[in-house]
């Protein structure tokens, strides 16, 4: 499997600071990039997501920045709130593998009040 | 919409015997289903492939003789962890896609192997 390097490990973050994640990955077939958030005992659910097409991606709190030349994307939580506390995954995957994921190694975050 | 369920929750057997997980999409119809296998503090490794009515693909270095996996609807995946040990103790988490890129998980199932 093609990796996908995500950092850092954990994170520490105080309420209302920003928290950014980052992504790199190796394979430039890769064209679906999301973002998911896990808690503890319970599987994984969609945050956001981008394709290569575009450069950043805004929903409500969270943003999704990608650098397709560097082979990077990021994801910036803003207000962070504890309830945001969790482990996060970057993903990648090719469109014609319909929805076949290689997961970074998870960040978890935890955001004090 | 786009509703995975995943069955059981939690299940604890004994060394040495069989259990069977079920992942079910419940608004959709899933032409392909995933199976990831996660330790603690550890990532989502993908296990296997499935797709409706067709042998399962398995990633290097899983056995596909332990973790037998049948898609025999569109709408039920299930995996079998035969002659299950204490080192197959694991969070199992399965996904479901209709063809597009994105996939939808279920909550995953917590195997505890004594």
């Known amino acids: 499997q093609q990796q996908v390097k995500q950092s850092p490990q954990s994170l520490i973050v105080q309420k209302g600071g920003i928290s950014i994640i980052n992504c790199a990955y190796e394979?430039?077939?890769?064209?679906?990039f999301p973002w998911y958030q896990q808690f503890p005992g319970k599987g994984p659910a969609l945050l956001i997501a981008?394709?290569?097409?575009?450069s950043e991606k805004k929903e409500g709190r969270f943003t999704i920045s990608f650098n397709k030349s560097a082979k990077q994307f990021s994801l910036h939580i803003m207000d962070s709130q504890p309830g945001d506390s969790a482990t996060y995954f970057c993903?990648?995957?090719?469109?014609?593998?319909?929805?076949?994921?290689?997961f970074g190694q998870g960040t978890e975050l935890s955001v004090k009040p | 919409g786009a509703v995975v369920s995943q069955h059981p929750s939690r299940v604890i057997c004994k060394s040495g015997t069989s259990v069977k997980i079920e992942c079910r999409s419940l608004?959709?119809?899933?032409?392909?289903m995933f199976w990831y296998r996660q330790f603690p503090k550890q990532s989502l490794m993908l296990m296997a492939t499935?797709?409706?009515?067709?042998?399962?693909?398995?990633e290097q270095g899983v056995e596909k003789d332990k973790f037998l996996i049948n898609h025999a609807s569109l709408t039920l995946s299930t995996l079998t962890v035969t002659s299950a040990h204490p080192e197959d103790s694991s969070f199992y988490i399965c996904?479901?896609?209709?063809?597009?890129?994105?996939?939808?998980f279920g909550q995953g199932t917590r195997l505890t192997v004594v």
């Open positions: 993903a990648a995957s090719k469109d014609n593998q319909g929805g076949k994921l290689i």
């Open positions: 608004d959709f119809q899933a032409t392909t």
């Open positions: 996904s479901a896609s209709w063809g597009g890129t994105e996939a939808f």
């Open positions: 394979n430039t077939a890769f064209d679906y």
């Open positions: 499935s797709n409706e009515g067709s042998k399962a693909t398995y």
């Open positions: 981008i394709r290569p097409d575009v």
